[in-house]
């Protein structure tokens, strides 16, 4: 019996020093700005550099296609939890044979940028962005929001706020507690999570046209939570979702036609 208790004792505090690490060090496990992949690729596009100010030192290093902020309509793009601006560089190979202008943003704490991310500063980064927009005399009615995997989960807090001209979600989750329960079912992840991008319960709040898309092979984030989003989000609404593709969609003619017809219809 003494040997049992001893036993249950250290499973207990293991089980303890394991729930005290996870909440101080989740941040390093949810952000991934030294990962980088898609480092190959050649740009095939023309863009300017721009810095966008959010507070006194943190500035978001960006990237601008502007074909002209008059003609078109404008595609700002929130990026992933991973990576920096060059991973980004075979969906703007793609995207830039529309007729929109781009802006791609990286976050703080990304790309060189200073700053930590958290799900408030983030959503400060995406609000300076649209307001950078804004000062260029590009109106809400004008930007599609582009979310990208945690992105999206930005990107519908955004849209939650006010309309926009539309908004684009690629590879969706419901939130982020659903998703840690999925790695960590072990875990009581509801307390311990400080980031939650409850995306599934602030998409009913979006009035703008929605575009979501998402591949069934995605081993990353679910595809039933893409599905999910689609079938509470308000109308008018359309989908892309492929039995091939897995978590990074594959950029090709078929997803680039539909974001076409989709920015083209609204």
Not at 100 to 109: A, D
Not at 114 to 134: C, F, R, V
């Amino acid at each position: 019996m003494k040997y049992l208790f001893i036993t249950l004792s250290s499973i207990v505090v293991a089980y303890l020093v394991v729930l005290v690490f996870i909440y101080f060090y989740q941040r390093n496990l949810l952000y991934h700005p030294s990962e980088n992949n898609y480092q190959n690729d050649e740009i095939k596009f023309k863009y300017e550099e721009v810095n966008i100010e959010v507070e006194n030192e943190i500035k978001l290093k960006s990237w601008l296609i502007n074909k002209d902020f008059n003609k078109f309509k404008t595609l700002l793009i929130f990026h992933g939890n991973a990576g920096d601006l060059s991973n980004r560089i075979y969906k703007l190979n793609e995207l830039n044979k529309l007729e929109i202008n781009i802006l791609l943003i990286s976050w703080r704490g990304f790309s060189g940028n200073k700053g930590s991310p958290t799900e408030q500063n983030l959503y400060k980064d995406a609000e300076a962005a649209i307001m950078w927009l804004n000062k260029k005399n590009v109106n809400n009615n004008q930007i599609i929001l582009y979310g990208e995997s945690l992105g999206t989960g930005i990107a519908v807090e955004m849209a939650k706020k006010n309309d926009f001209n539309s908004i684009i979600l690629e590879s969706p989750f419901t939130s982020i507690e659903n998703s840690a329960k999925i790695y960590y079912p072990y875990l009581p992840v509801k307390y311990l999570l400080k980031d939650r991008y409850d995306t599934i319960s602030k998409i009913k709040m979006v009035e703008s046209p929605i575009m979501i898309m998402h591949g069934e092979k995605d081993d990353v984030v679910p595809f039933s939570m893409g599905k999910e989003l689609f079938e509470k989000a308000n109308s008018p609404k359309q989908s892309y979702f492929t039995p091939e593709d897995d978590h990074m969609m594959e950029f090709n003619s078929s997803l680039l036609k539909n974001i076409k017809d989709f920015i083209e219809k609204y």
